[in-house]
């Protein structure tokens, strides 16, 4: 009928502890309580996002 | 005005300098320190960081890395004429970093930093930045500048900048009673014993402490200390950014630059 619409991902990307597989922003948000969609360990890392950041050497 | 060198060891230096007066030797002392200007790293981008040390700080022991310096063929920011952030060609010079631990633990030193150009490059190798442990990676891209110590302490092209005044010692044997005191409490060695009575052997070493007045059993003391006001012995120690000889030169420029502007300032007052 109609195209599907189209939600801007986040890129911002978490790591399960146990079973080390990546997890979206969005796939955590589907169910309430926060868990890994794999092995549903409750205890998640956040990835260092890709992105060059700058520092002064102060 | 006189200048003659004791010893120059790698990157340490002293010497006397001798007919000048107090403040201008403290002057050439504080623009050694102060305001040579030496070559640092200022701004990193980080791409990976996975150790254990957040970035801020990692870049911080960056920035004290000492490097050699080449004043004669980079200017200082304020002074090149490109007015942009991150420089150019003239005023900047960049390093790469990318050191990944593969099975054990690696330490990351300042010799990994590789120069795009060798002249501008670590002093020390074998500085320890962080350790890595399994599977941690850091890659960066560094950019050094120059600037003074008076900006940042990482500009700093010594470690010791310092003078004392020439000592004078002088013994009257005749008042002496030969006890040797002043032999066994000198830290410093300056006196010797020769035929029953103390002499001087070593006048230069003498830090003006007055230990062996304090214990001469004889007042008013036969040993005599006092100091040259005109000359100065001059220890200047080198990070490894330029010879210490010539650090001596470039603050003796930069001092009789100062003193022309000072005086051009007066002219135009007058």
């Known amino acids: 009928m109609g195209t599907a619409e189209e939600k801007p991902t986040t890129g911002i990307e978490y790591e399960c502890i146990s079973c080390k597989e990546k997890v979206t922003a969005e796939q955590l948000a589907i169910t309430p309580e926060i868990k890994c969609p794999i092995c549903g360990y409750r205890v998640l890392k956040k990835v260092r996002p890709q992105i060059v950041k700058h520092i002064k050497s102060r | 005005m006189k200048i003659t060198i004791l010893e120059q060891n790698g990157n340490s230096l002293r010497f006397v300098l001798s007919g000048v007066s107090a403040p201008f030797a403290n002057a050439i002392r504080r623009i050694i320190m102060a305001e040579v200007p030496t070559m640092a790293i200022d701004d990193v981008m980080m791409f990976e960081n996975t150790s254990a040390m957040f970035d801020e700080m990692i870049t911080h022991r960056l920035g004290l890395v000492p490097l050699t310096t080449d004043l004669d063929t980079y200017l200082l920011p304020e002074e090149c004429d490109c007015e942009s952030e991150f420089g150019c060609n003239n005023c900047r010079v960049s390093f790469t970093l990318d050191v990944k631990a593969e099975a054990e633990l690696k330490m990351v030193y300042s010799g990994d930093l590789i120069p795009e150009n060798a002249d501008v490059s670590p002093a020390v190798k074998k500085i320890p930045i962080v350790r890595l442990a399994n599977n941690q990676r850091l890659k960066l891209e560094a950019y050094a500048r120059l600037g003074k110590g008076l ?48 002499v001087v052997q070593n006048e230069i070493n003498c830090t003006l402490c007055m230990e062996c007045i304090r214990h001469c059993p004889i007042e008013p003391s036969p040993i005599k200390i006092s100091h040259d006001k005109k000359t100065f012995i001059f220890y200047i120690e080198s990070t490894g950014s330029m010879p210490a000889s010539k650090l001596v030169k470039e603050a003796v420029k930069i001092l009789e630059r100062k003193t022309q502007s000072v005086i051009e300032q007066y002219k135009k007052v007058k």
């Open chain 2, 151 to 198: 900006e940042h302490a990482k500009w700093q092209p010594v470690s010791a900048s310092t003078y004392k005044f020439m000592p004078i010692v002088e013994i009257d044997t005749k008042k002496c009673d030969g006890c040797g005191d002043c032999v066994k409490y000198c830290p410093k060695n300056v006196f010797s014993i020769e035929k029953l009575k103390p």
